[in-house]
Each structure stands twice: as structure tokens, then as C-alpha cells.
């Protein structure tokens, strides 16, 4: 691997390599500073702590009903922590695939000769980070699955053989990414796709060999939703094979697939209501042009491949099995709760799919000189970026006065700083944590801890275990007060009353 990375790294420009470094530099600035998302704090950062501390626990959803989703973002989470190093953990891991797939993306481009779809894929990317950057620095379920997709599908329209020549790559990875968020599901077909084409060419032994490994990993996976929610995927109660002590009500299955949806349809309405309201200054014109990208391309979609069927009939049929995927994707999206987080690399990636066929219909360019002056202007908007948006947390947290019981600035030299750590910085944190003691003396904590004054309670990533009460928080749907310990440590977990 590090041959593969000095040869294709090798007898780069002096310039080039800066256009490289730049980027990673300013995406290690801008994690630096954590982000105050709210799933993030109420139970992305307790979850991944049990990952750490314990064992599987049975019905942990019970002590809170989100842990049952249970996605693998947040296992790998707590591989990558690095809490042992710093004390407390560092959220970066999908940062780091972001900046895996950046590199990519600007090592198409410059040994391409500055082709045109792929200048334009910098583009799209570019779009992308300035309209989700804002949640890479927290923990996010949505980050990783949507930056792979995303280049899943650009991989496949650039290489349409790649499903021939990557068999394990191509079965492994989409099929691994429903574990860590079920709505990119359709992507699975591509697994499925190669897996088919190798029964019907008698590689029985190939495709056994292929479908074993993303299978044990989802078999585990499922395995661990069952021991976590005592549901084979959690919130769909209408899947219910097993009797177990710990299972989660069904009610709170139901109330939460209704939350689910009813969120992403008052979003959706919210997009459509601002489309039709346009506002001409400058916030107006940049929230109109990101809700159009979000339903737009969907919308031209049919016909530009129409188009394409009629002007270019010898396009690979890869680069239609795409179209299936994406749009089988934003259907499934659809139906379940239209919320453009869930799968905003796959919207950004139907843009490109039809800005990549509308200039597949006519001959291939380069533009050495301009493709040279936009990879140059990214790197630029990217070093901006961080250095604007440091400055920014620097005085909207009041950074440079030292307060006595916040963290140093400078600490930022050798690890993140937390978003606890900004509200304190800026005299507005409320260190408030009650406590719950079960029959058995185990003790959880309740947070009475805002995330913004007068916000709703939060529990950040310690104390641990600490959750709120159905009282103070309307998305929690079983209270503590109604579960009990199966067991005298935390290990045994829960199950309700």
C-alpha cells in the first residue's frame, strides 16, 4: 500500500503537492473545534462509551431507545477513539474518509490532464462540504455513509469496468454500509449485482467466497440488534422473531418510526415552501440554490437520461445501473422520512450522475489551464475556510480571555477542542447532572446540562452512563423510572418493568 501511495504520488509538482497538503491541513483545523449537534451530544458520545467500557448489553435500548439503531459509524467509533491516548475521545473517523476521498479526487484530476467530469466531481465535492461541513466535526450516523456513497457512485461512472476488476471492493462495501444507515440500502444492489453475475457464469466457489465476508458482518450486526433492542433492526416492530425479557415496547418503536418520518416530512415541506419564497440577499440566494440541488437534479433526471439513451446508445449499462441505484435510494428516502442529512451524498451524487451524462454525449476535453487555476482556487477556499471558521468559534466563544475553569486555547496543539469546553469558554455551560440509583445500587446519571442556554438537556460524553428523563426531552419516549438492571452490574443491562 505505501508503494502504491509513493507511485502515484511520485514526480509531482511542487505546486501539486500543495494543492494536496493544503486541504488536509485545513480539515485538521476545522475538526479541531467540536460542534455542538444535538444527537451528537445526547447519545452519539454515550453510546460510543459503552462501545469502549462493555460488552454487548442486553436491552440497552431501553435506557435509551436511540442506542437501539445501533449503527456500526459508532462501534467504529470507539475503535478509534483514541481515549487512552487523550483522555477523551477524538471524532474524526469520518474526517478522515472525507480527506481519503478528496485526495482521490485531485489525483483524478491531474493525471486525467484535466478532464472535465472531473474537475467538475471537485466541484460537486466542494458543494457538498460547504453544505454538511458544518456536522463533520461532531459525531454524525449520516457522514460516512453519505462521502461513500457519494464516491461509489463517481467510481462507477468514471470506471464503468471496475465492477469486473474490484469484485471484493464492490461487494464488500456497499453491503457493510447498511449497518450504518439503512436508508442507502438500494447501493446494496450493486453487491448483489456482481454476485448474480458470477452464479450465472458458474463461479460458485468466487461468489460463496465474495458474499461470506459483508454477510458475517451484517449477520453480526443484526445479531447485536437483537441483544441491543430485542428487534432485528430497530424501529421496525413489524420484524418481531424474538421473545426476550429485554425488548424494547413496542410502542416506543412505533412512537419513534412516526418521529422519524414526521421530521423529514416537515423538512421536505420546509425545502418546498422556500423554494416557492425566494428572498434576493445573500443568505436568500444560497439556502434557494441548496434546496434546489437537493430536488432538482431527481426531477431532470428522466429526461437527461432519455437523452442520453437517444443521442449515445453505446453508454455503458454501469452507468444506468447507477440510475437505479440513486434512484431506488431517494425513493426509499422518500417514503421514510425525506430529511436531505440521511442521504445528502446521494443527492449530490445525482447531480453529478447528469452533469456526467449531459457531457458524456459529446467529445472528451481537457483543460490543463483552467482545471490547473480551479484545483489551485479549491485548496485556496479550503485553507480560507478553516482559518475563517477558527476565527470565528475564537471570538463567538470569547477564546481570548482565559476563564479559570475552561481549557487552554493552546490545547489545541495535541487534541480537540470539545464543544463542553467552547460553552465554557464563554460563561454559558451548566454543569447540572443528577443521579438515578437502581434496587441493585447501579447509578445513571440524569443531565440537566443544556446545549445551549435554555436548550434541551444534553448528556455530552461524560459523566457515564447518563441519559434525561422522558420529562425533559420529547423525542424519549420511555422514562427511566419504568426499567430496571436485569442483573447487579450494568453489564446484564435492562429490560422495562
Known amino acids: 500500500m505505501i508503494e502504491d501511495v509513493k507511485s502515484n504520488y511520485k514526480g509531482l509538482s511542487r505546486l501539486h503537492l500543495i494543492i494536496y497538503i493544503i486541504p488536509l491541513i485545513s480539515l485538521i483545523v476545522a475538526i479541531t473545534w467540536q460542534v455542538g449537534v444535538f444527537d451528537s451530544l445526547l447519545y452519539h458520545q454515550q453510546n460510543i462509551r459503552w462501545n469502549e467500557e462493555y460488552a454487548i448489553v442486553p436491552g440497552l435500548g431501553n435506557l435509551e431507545h436511540r442506542f437501539g439503531f ?31 476521498i478528496i485526495c482521490w479526487t485531485i489525483k483524478e484530476i491531474i493525471q486525467s490532464g484535466y478532464e472535465i467530469r472531473r474537475i467538475l466531481l471537485l466541484i460537486i465535492i466542494t458543494c457538498y462540504i460547504f453544505t454538511f461541513g458544518y456536522s463533520l ?13 457519494f464516491y461509489l457512485i463517481a467510481k462507477l461512472l468514471l470506471y464503468t469496468n471496475s465492477l469486473k476488476k474490484d469484485k471484493l471492493f464492490w461487494v464488500l462495501i456497499p453491503i457493510s454500509l447498511l449497518s450504518f444507515k439503512l436508508t442507502i440500502i438500494p447501493i446494496s444492489l450493486l453487491s448483489l449485482y456482481i454476485l448474480a453475475t458470477l452464479i450465472r457464469e458458474k463461479k460458485y466457489l468466487s461468489s460463496f467466497f465474495l458474499a461470506l465476508i459483508p454477510s458475517s458482518i451484517i449477520i453480526l450486526w443484526l445479531i447485536r440488534n437483537v441483544i441491543i433492542s430485542g428487534y432485528l433492526i430497530f424501529p421496525f416492530y413489524e420484524i418481531d422473531l424474538f421473545s426476550v425479557d429485554w425488548k424494547i415496547p413496542r410502542f416506543v418503536a412505533v412512537e419513534e418510526r412516526d418521529f422519524i418520518l414526521s421530521c423529514g416530512i416537515r423538512i421536505f415541506n420546509d425545502i418546498l415552501t422556500e423554494l416557492s419564497n425566494f428572498q ?17 437534479p ?37 417514503i421514510g422520512g425525506p430529511d436531505p442529512r440521511f442521504i445528502g451524498g ?20 481537457l483543460f490543463p489551464k483552467a482545471g490547473l487555476i480551479f484545483i489551485t482556487a479549491f485548496a485556496l477556499i479550503m485553507g480560507y475556510w478553516a482559518i475563517s471558521r477558527s476565527i470565528k468559534f475564537y471570538n463567538m466563544f470569547d477564546l481570548k480571555t482565559p476563564k479559570a475553569n475552561s481549557r487552554p486555547v493552546s490545547n489545541i496543539l495535541i487534541r480537540q477542542y470539545p464543544y463542553r469546553e467552547l460553552l465554557k469558554s464563554a460563561t454559558i455551560y451548566n454543569d447540572r447532572f443528577d443521579t438515578y440509583k437502581f434496587e441493585n445500587g447501579n447509578i445513571i446519571y440524569i ?51
Do not use: H
Open 346 to 365: 446521494t443527492l449530490f451524487a445525482m447531480l453529478y450522475y447528469i452533469s456526467f451524462l449531459t457531457l458524456s454525449t459529446y467529445k472528451e476535453k
Open 280 to 296: 434576493f440577499n445573500g443568505n436568500g440566494i444560497r439556502q434557494w440554490l441548496m434546496n434546489l440541488i437537493f430536488i432538482a
Open 137 to 149: 466535526t461532531a459525531t454524525s450516523t449520516d457522514a460516512i455513509p453519505n462521502i461513500v456513497s
Open 298 to 334: 431527481t426531477i431532470l433526471s428522466p429526461f437527461i437520461v432519455l437523452y442520453c439513451l437517444v443521442k449515445k446508445k453505446y453508454l455503458s449499462k454501469t452507468i444506468y445501473l447507477a440510475y437505479i441505484v440513486l434512484i431506488l435510494t431517494i425513493g426509499v428516502w422518500y
Open 447 to 497: 443531565s440537566k446540562s443544556p446545549e445551549i442556554p435554555n436548550g434541551r438537556f444534553v448528556c455530552f460524553e461524560s459523566p457515564f452512563p447518563c441519559t434525561v428523563l422522558k420529562a425533559d426531552e420529547l423525542g424519549k419516549y420511555q422514562d427511566i423510572s419504568t426499567i430496571e438492571p436485569r442483573g447487579s452490574t450494568l453489564q446484564y443491562g435492562f429490560r422495562p418493568k
Open 70 to 100: 445501533n449503527s456500526n459509524y459508532l462501534l467504529l467509533s470507539a475503535i478509534f477513539s483514541f481515549r487512552f491516548l487523550f483522555g477523551e475521545a477524538v471524532y474524526s473517523i469520518q474526517v478522515l474518509v472525507l480527506a481519503l
